[in-house]
């Protein structure tokens, strides 16, 4: 997670230094530099986009794998970006789908965990407490006879 911190830090500063040179090139009625600093800024962070959209693809398909959810089909084009050095990755909608998945499988094992505990170990529980209440009541009586 560190690493897409660190991208989305780089960015800002691309961006931050991209528009200090911008408006220094304007001053100077360079327009043409200007435009070609704002187009390389593009360029660099749209790889820089690219980089975090792989950070969190590659999170979010551990996450499915971890927990048995199935990938989207390739052949549904708004779920995955094809790169231009032929990687494919999801799309930030491919990535809101399966965190759907994943919090809706998350849930149902809670679900699951939880019901062992309210049908299976409180009733245990609650009849242990009262065998011990009882029998602690039985040695009271006992004792007290004597």
């Known amino acids: 997670m560190f690493d897409v911190w660190r991208l989305r830090r780089e960015r800002r500063k691309l961006v931050a230094a991209a528009d200090r040179d911008a408006a220094a090139a304007l001053k100077a009625d360079e327009l043409q530099r200007s435009h070609q600093i704002a187009a390389d ?26 927990l048995d959810i199935a990938l989207p089909s390739i052949e549904e084009k708004e779920m995955w970006h094809q790169d231009p ?3 494919v990755f999801l799309t930030s909608r491919g990535r ?26 409180l009733p245990l529980l609650a009849a242990l407490v009262g065998i011990i209440g009882a029998l602690t009541g039985l040695a009271a009586v006992l004792q007290h006879k004597k």
């Open 41 to 66: 800024c593009y360029l660099a962070c749209q790889r820089i986009d690219d980089r975090i959209a792989r950070f969190l693809d590659l999170e979010i398909r551990q996450d499915t794998q971890e």
């Open 85 to 87: 050095d032929g990687g």
């Open 96 to 121: 809101l789908h399966l965190r759907k998945l994943v919090d809706a499988e998350k849930a149902r094992r809670f679900e699951i965990k939880t019901l062992w505990v309210t049908k299976f170990w």
